[in-house]
């Protein structure tokens, strides 16, 4: 089945720096990878997806980008500011019904 | 957010005991999902259900049960409740096909969550 790693698990980073989360998969059958966000004692939220027809995709200071052919995607977040401190986790689409196989999530710390 | 809610939000229970969680969404999805979480392991997925009265096991099925008879329910229910159980559950759902209206194919969308401690 699939397997998806994620790195770091906590990043710590000052205010306005960027912020890079890795993850990578090993199914290469999979084509859709989200990005999701959960801040403390939350539900996970949907940030940004890739579907593996694009390489990189943008939403204001988010962005993703995908390498098929290594196998892994990442998550950038430029310009931190202290609402991006949470746990992130990014995911893959096992099949078909949906299935998503999650990373172990990031905990991301941005400090003032 | 508003369109999937999961009951209890706490629970607490003994070791032995039956517990059954639920999850309704209003959105019409097809596709609902049971996750738990833990530190250090991410959202691993229990079971999964592509309509009513479809369902199939995940990642981490042992000791769990659910049901889909109506296309908006999913309970799931841990028919002799064990300390490893202790665990947030979340449910969510999505609508592959686009066809509910409700979002763009296959996101997945997570209740709140219920905080289970097994005593």
């Known amino acids: 089945g699939e397997n998806v790693e994620q790195h770091p698990s906590t990043l710590s980073v000052q205010e306005g720096d960027s912020a890079v989360i890795k993850c990578t998969y090993s199914?290469?059958?999979?084509?859709?990878f989200p990005w999701y966000k959960q801040e403390l004692g939350k539900r996970p939220q949907l940030i940004i997806d890739?579907?593996?027809?694009?390489g990189e995709k943008k939403d204001q200071r988010i962005a993703v980008t995908l390498n098929k052919t290594a196998k892994h995607f990442s998550l950038h977040i430029t310009e931190t500011q202290p609402e991006d401190s949470a746990v992130y986790f990014c995911?893959?689409?096992?099949?078909?019904?949906?299935?998503?196989?999650f990373g172990a999530g990031t905990q991301v710390v941005v400090t003032p | 957010d508003a369109g999937i809610t999961q009951s209890p939000r706490y629970k607490i229970t003994e070791t032995g005991r039956q517990v059954t969680l639920m999850c309704h969404q209003t959105?019409?999805?097809?596709?609902m999902f049971w996750y738990r979480q833990d530190l250090g392991h991410g959202l691993r997925l229990i079971y999964y259900?592509?309509?009513?009265?479809?369902?199939d096991k995940g990642e981490v099925p042992d000791g769990y049960v659910v049901s889909r008879s109506k296309t908006e329910n999913f309970p799931l229910t841990l028919e002799s409740a064990t300390r490893s159980q202790t665990s947030v559950y979340f449910c969510?759902?999505?609508?592959?096909?686009?066809?509910?209206?409700?979002?763009?194919?296959?996101?997945?969308?997570f209740g709140a969550g219920t905080r289970l401690s097994v005593l």
């Open positions: 969510a759902s999505s609508d592959p096909e686009g066809l509910a209206g409700t979002g763009a194919k296959n996101i997945q969308y």
């Open positions: 199914d290469s059958a999979s084509n859709y």
């Open positions: 890739i579907r593996s027809n694009v």
């Open positions: 995911a893959a689409r096992l099949d078909s019904w949906g299935k998503l196989q």
């Open positions: 959105w019409s999805h097809s596709y």
């Open positions: 259900s592509a309509a009513a009265d479809i369902t």
